[in-house]
């Protein structure tokens, strides 16, 4: 995807030998700043061109197409000089936390679980899992009797062609990881299986459809709109936002940063400290105020 929108025509034209590190700051600055009729990026797009390019002319280093790697000497600009800013994260308050999970509860008359994203939306905010785990994740995935689920694939979407989407094996940071079931966690998952019971639905995938097909991102997020509306909550969350929450609702429960980053699955303790600065120092400041007797 981003080389479709942002490298074939710009400076995808180029030979790779022809395309120096100047022709690559010109295109991160133009979308920076929206020049030329570029689209406006965020940092975080930013980012998105330069994790494809550089490896791309690291490995063209490596094969001796090319002497140097001009991906080393471009940079990304300061927040302050991007015209698209990048969209503060935020989470659920433990009290949003419940009304989120009660909305997601109703029943029918007979005493039904109503809506079945609802219960894989609620099992998302619970178990921290990006989207494309969700969709990904199989009954096969989950140990009961261990008490663990095993997150080890995800949807992969943006692809060129006729397959739009495809199950990857390895998450976004290619490192598998084993998460512990709690009792909420397995009545979620009880609770999907006696939907799919009295509905007649048959699936490897936890996420699906009412006929049993692999779930889609979109679906889910439209489901994730409703349940915002019937919890009374603001329509600026997102699935990421419910990863988000679980995050900062591990921390503020005082479980060690360490913890949190293996449980998020992130690539090191660097990115799960920087990602919740703000909730560390909230506990931090909380702290502070009890010591006051001292």
């Known amino acids: ?48 061109i330069m994790h494809l390019l550089g490896p791309c002319f690291a490995h063209a280093v490596k094969k ?13 600009p300061r927040e302050s000089n991007i015209l698209t800013k990048t969209k503060e994260q935020f989470a659920l308050s433990d009290e949003e936390i419940t009304r ?53 694939s995800t949807l992969q979407t943006g692809l060129i062609g006729e397959e ?51 779930q889609d991102p979109s679906n889910l997020s439209r489901s994730l709109e409703r349940l915002l509306k019937r919890a009374k909550l603001s329509d600026a969350v997102t699935p990421h936002t419910l990863r988000h929450t679980f995050g900062s609702a591990l921390i503020r429960s005082g479980v060690g940063i360490e913890v949190v980053s293996r449980l998020m699955g992130h690539a090191n303790i660097m990115i799960t400290y920087t990602k919740y600065i703000h909730v560390i120092k909230e506990q931090e400041a909380k702290a502070m105020t009890m010591t006051e007797i001292i």
């Open 1 to 48: 995807s981003v080389f479709e929108h942002q490298i074939r025509e710009t400076i995808g034209k180029k030979r790779l030998c022809e395309i120096t590190a100047d022709d690559i700051q010109r295109l991160i600055n133009d979308h920076a700043l929206g020049i030329g009729g570029r689209k406006p990026l965020a940092k975080s797009g930013l980012k998105k």
């Open 64 to 76: 001796e197409v090319i002497a140097k790697n001009p991906c080393e000497d471009v940079v990304i």
């Open 100 to 152: 989120f999970r009660e909305a997601a509860m109703v029943r029918t008359k007979k005493g039904q679980i109503r809506y079945r994203d609802a219960l894989v939306l609620v099992f998302m905010i619970g178990t921290g899992l990006r989207i494309g785990e969700m969709i990904a994740l199989k009954w096969d995935d989950i140990h009961f009797e261990e008490n663990y689920i095993h997150v080890h």
């Open 164 to 214: 739009k989407t495809r199950i990857k094996d390895g998450t976004k940071t290619a490192a598998e990881r084993m998460m512990p079931l709690n009792s909420n966690l397995k009545d979620y998952l009880n609770m999907m299986k006696e939907y799919d019971e009295e509905k007649g639905i048959t699936s490897d995938y936890v996420a699906c459809t009412r006929v049993g097909t692999q």
